[in-house]
């Protein structure tokens, strides 16, 4: 890791980082479609996903599964992409692509589990422009922080605004 990957920076151009975020999408889905389990859903989750909303320009890619097709959804994923540097837990498991432009993420979550939260995140900001507002101005206040500091205080906000 080098030094600016442990800062939270902002894309300097959100519409050129969304409509690129979109284009993979397109491509990576086609692709888990024919790799998943059949009843697996697909989404486009994350800043890029939500209107208006400012990002580091990655795409976030949520794949839900029923519980009983967790392990295999897990073991096909794993087979195309590097875990995360989250640790897999019961009901989720992550992937990254570093190669990929952008920076590809992809939240392997159970259906009904603890972890399937990341469509719900999404569905709130994109209907409440005050918490898009705040969301947004949380970003700001750490452009060029520390991604650890962003992270804690995204995990803060993301709690808060499931919890309404």
């Not at 600016?4 to 050129?16: G, M």
């Not at 540097?85 to 009901?91: C, E, F, K, N």
């Not at 209907?127 to 705040?134: C, Q």
């Given at each position: 890791?080098?030094?600016?990957?442990?800062?939270?920076?902002?894309?300097?151009?959100?519409?050129?980082?969304r409509a690129d975020a979109e284009q993979l999408y397109r491509s990576v889905s086609q692709r888990l479609i024919r790799l998943l389990p059949t009843g697996s859903e697909i989404m486009h989750v994350g800043a890029t996903a939500i209107a208006n909303c400012l990002t580091k320009g990655d795409l976030d890619i949520m794949v839900r599964v029923d519980p009983n097709e967790f392990a295999e959804a897990e073991q096909a994923l794993a087979s195309l992409f590097a875990r995360s540097?989250?640790?897999?837990?019961?009901?989720f498991a992550g992937f990254e692509d570093a190669s990929a432009s952008p920076h590809l993420g992809i939240q392997l979550v159970a259906r009904g589990g603890a972890f399937?939260?990341?469509e719900k995140f999404r569905d709130r900001l994109n209907?409440?422009?005050?918490?898009?507002?705040?969301y947004n101005a949380l970003k700001r206040d750490h452009d060029g922080a520390a991604?650890?500091?962003?992270?804690?205080?995204?995990?803060?906000?993301?709690?808060?605004?499931?919890?309404y």
């Open positions: 890791m080098d030094a600016d990957d442990a800062l939270f920076r902002l894309a300097p151009d959100h519409y050129r980082a540097r989250s640790d897999p837990a019961d009901g399937d939260m990341f209907a409440s422009p005050a918490l898009l507002r705040e991604m650890e500091a962003y992270r804690s205080a995204k995990d803060r906000f993301i709690a808060r605004t499931l919890r």
